[in-house]
């Protein structure tokens, strides 16, 4: 039985909430480097003591909105994988598709694709993107190769993960992106096959 939240346990997650919410929404219309602190809590309702309690400022609340992000998308990717075949091979493809689908989605690809490495700078955006999905890709690319392939695993999850980088990236600039994804998932089955 989960226990009762009082009144301020409530307020402080209210709080949090609308914090997160507002910034994933300007974060994503307008990118970190246009949108000021102020304009953020005036938007949520709240002070700037609210968002330097929850999150030490701008810089902190992207970090939260890109994790959350991430988090959400490893679920996604993650639930895809496991209903899908006992076959390694299906579950990595069910893995990449769902992958594949996130990067389309607006604000996934402005915060956490574009907005992602300018304000974070390249070495945090890396550490939380190799966090939440690279652990997905390394430990989905070590049940494909097995035991014989464990040597070629760093460089085969650096390739994989360079690879559906940039894919995500051109599927959001096409001008028909469910034909782009489609032909993205065929390359890297390609890729796959590949390094069988």
């Known amino acids: 039985m989960e226990p009762v939240?009082?009144?301020?346990?409530?307020?402080?997650e209210s709080t949090r909430t609308a914090l997160l919410d507002t910034g994933r929404r300007f974060f994503?219309?307008?990118?970190?480097?246009d949108v000021s602190a102020e304009e953020l809590?005036?938007?949520?309702?709240?002070?700037?003591?609210?968002?330097?309690?929850h999150?030490?400022?701008?810089?902190?609340?992207?970090?939260?909105?890109?994790?959350?992000?991430?988090a959400r998308a490893a679920d996604r990717i993650t639930a895809a994988m496991a209903a899908g075949t006992d076959d390694a091979w299906g579950r990595a493809s069910a893995g990449i598709r769902t992958f594949?689908?996130?990067?389309?989605?607006?604000?996934?690809?402005?915060?956490?694709?574009?907005?992602?490495?300018?304000?974070?700078g390249w070495r945090r955006w890396r550490e939380l993107d190799q966090r939440y999905l690279g652990t997905l890709l390394t430990d989905g690319l070590s049940a494909l190769l097995g035991e014989s392939g464990r040597?070629?695993?760093?460089?085969?999850?650096?390739?994989?993960?360079?690879?559906?980088?940039?894919?995500?990236?051109?599927?959001?600039?096409?001008?028909?992106?469910?034909?782009?994804?489609?032909?993205a998932v065929q390359l890297i089955g390609g890729m796959l096959n590949g390094i069988r």
Do not use: M, N, W
Not at 55 to 70: P, S, W, Y
Not at 101 to 107: F, G
Not at 160 to 165: E, I, R
């Open 100 to 120: 594949l689908e996130i990067c389309s989605d607006p604000e996934y690809r402005e915060i956490v694709l574009l907005q992602g490495p300018i304000a974070l």
């Open 5 to 12: 939240k009082t009144r301020r346990a409530r307020y402080v």
């Open 28 to 33: 994503a219309e307008r990118g970190f480097a």
């Open 41 to 53: 809590v005036r938007a949520a309702g709240l002070t700037r003591g609210a968002l330097y309690h």
């Open 151 to 183: 040597k070629r695993l760093g460089l085969a999850s650096a390739a994989f993960y360079g690879a559906l980088t940039e894919l995500a990236l051109s599927i959001a600039d096409a001008d028909d992106p469910e034909q782009a994804r489609e032909q």
């Open 55 to 70: 999150f030490a400022g701008k810089q902190g609340l992207f970090e939260a909105v890109f994790e959350d992000l991430e």
